[in-house]
Each structure stands twice: as C-alpha cells, then as structure tokens.
C-alpha cells in the first residue's frame, strides 16, 4: 500500500491538474447538455448523478489495496456508516449542481460555488478554533476581489452599441 501512496505522490502535479481539470469541466459539460433552447436537460439527472457515484465507487474499489480489499465491506456496519453519510452529501450536492445549472451560466455557478471556500474557512476559524496562516488569508482575500470583479455589471461584456 505504501509503494501504491509514494508512486501517486511523485505524480502530485498530474493528480493537481487532472482535478482542477474535471471540477472545471463539470459546470460546462453539464451547461453544455441542455436542449437547445437551454433550458431542460435531455436526460433525467438523478440517474446521471447516481451512475457517476457508482462509477465513483468501482474506481475506489478497484484502486483499493488488494489486501484491503479482502477485509472492506460496505455491509459492515461501523464501515457503513463512515462511508454512506460522505457519500449521500456528495450525491446530494452533485444532483443540486444540476438544479444550480438549471438557472445559472456556467461561469455564474463557478463563482458562487467558490463560495464554499469562505463558508470552510470560517467552520475551520471558529469551529474547529484552527487559525489560518497569513497566506491563507490572502488567498481569502484575492479569490473575494475575484469574485468581485467578475460579478462587476457590465464587466466582459460589450454593449450592443460598440458592436
């Protein structure tokens, strides 16, 4: 298992990269299959959300340490209920990321997902009582500015009459 751990973490950059690429590719692919007056999706999304769990799953299990594999069982209870709460909130989140979709633009629904990080770093801050670093702080800092800018009225679009 240990070999498994250090040969992924010589990889880090392309586990980094393969990550960001699929997170920021999930609101676009989704955006990208409505009809096409984009308002409905041409498939039911539950079902969607339900089979990317499952294939979420296999893959988890399939890169599961042969030797660990012999001794998991969902059924277990205590296992059970260490894995089912997780993954129940993260299919509920991924089948609300359709709804979201639904009414946002792709790049709407980017910045209002970034939302999160605030609402982690405060549950961090006061709940678990961890102090974040200064760096930490001004990554806070810059991604709020982000936010800011890019939620601007008018900013990146033209208006008609300079067209």
């Known amino acids: ?41 041409t498939y039911n999304a539950t079902v969607a959300v339900l089979l990317a769990e499952l294939i979420k ?17 969902i059924w277990n209870v205590r296992n059970g209920l260490a894995y089912s709460l997780p993954a129940v909130l993260y299919t509920a989140q991924n089948r609300l990321v359709f709804e979201a979709l639904r009414s946002l633009s792709a790049p709407q629904y980017q910045l209002l997902n ?30 709020g500015l982000g936010m800011a800018l890019a939620t601007k009225p008018g900013n990146g679009h033209r208006s008609e009459a300079s067209n």
């Open 1 to 41: 298992m240990r070999n498994l751990v250090d040969r992924w973490a010589r990889k880090r950059w392309l586990l980094i990269l393969l990550l960001m690429g699929s997170y920021s590719m999930q609101s676009l692919l989704i955006t990208a299959s409505k009809d096409a007056a984009g308002l409905v999706f």
């Open 114 to 143: 970034n939302m999160k990080l605030f609402t982690t770093a405060v549950v961090f801050r006061v709940a678990m009582k961890k102090q974040l670093s200064l760096l930490q702080w001004l990554a806070l800092l810059l991604l």
């Open 57 to 73: 799953f296999v893959f988890a299990y399939v890169m599961l340490a042969p030797a660990h594999r012999s001794t998991f069982s």
